[in-house]
């Protein structure tokens, strides 16, 4: 697994990007069964870096929390047997991992939400990411019955990794 981290901005929150990113990363992947070695790339922004690229891709003219940018066009969330038929399209020749997706995290809303939400920084990224990573892995929450399962995904692996609520700084 290969997670490629890189912060935009001057700006640190005072958490390890890196440690949390790649658990984070890993127990989602470990949670939807994925097959493969994967790779997925982080890019820490702002709100105006984010509220940017918003604006370009989705035509939403705001900033968000995050952004995420999947390769494999998913049928079924967690059915990775879609790469099979074009393994040249979606694994890297060189690695031979299976090239996800790009997150994007505004750092800015990452603060502005802990505090919001009333729990630790740490656990707001880790949240978020999760959040992204299973949009990588094909889940989405356009209607309620799926945004009460991602929901449930969501909490269940980052209660099993320790980035709960009450968790401290």
């Known amino acids: 697994m290969t997670v490629l981290l890189e912060n935009e901005t001057e700006r640190n929150i005072g958490i390890d990007y890196e440690t949390i990113a790649e658990e984070v990363v890993s127990a989602t992947l470990d949670y939807v069964k994925c097959p493969y070695e994967c790779e997925v790339d982080i890019l820490l922004t702002d709100n105006e870096g ?3 690229v918003n604006k370009r891709m989705r035509n939403v003219d705001a900033p968000t929390d995050v952004l995420s940018f999947p390769t494999i066009p998913f049928q079924k969330e967690g059915d990775f047997s879609v ?3 074009n393994i040249s399209a979606y694994f890297d020749a ?3 991992e299976l090239l996800l997706g790009d997150i994007l ?3 800015d ?3 502005e939400q802990a505090e919001q939400y009333n729990h630790s920084i740490k656990r707001e990224f880790a949240f978020l990411i999760t959040h992204s990573m299973l949009h990588l892995s094909g889940y989405d929450h356009i209607d ?3 945004r009460v399962r991602m929901e449930e995904t969501q909490e269940t692996i980052l209660q099993a990794i320790g980035y709960t609520r009450e968790m401290e700084e």
């Open 50 to 52: 984010i509220h940017e």
């Open 83 to 85: 790469v099979e038929d």
């Open 94 to 96: 060189e690695s031979g």
């Open 105 to 107: 995290i505004s750092l």
């Open 109 to 111: 809303r990452v603060v």
């Open 144 to 146: 309620d019955q799926e």
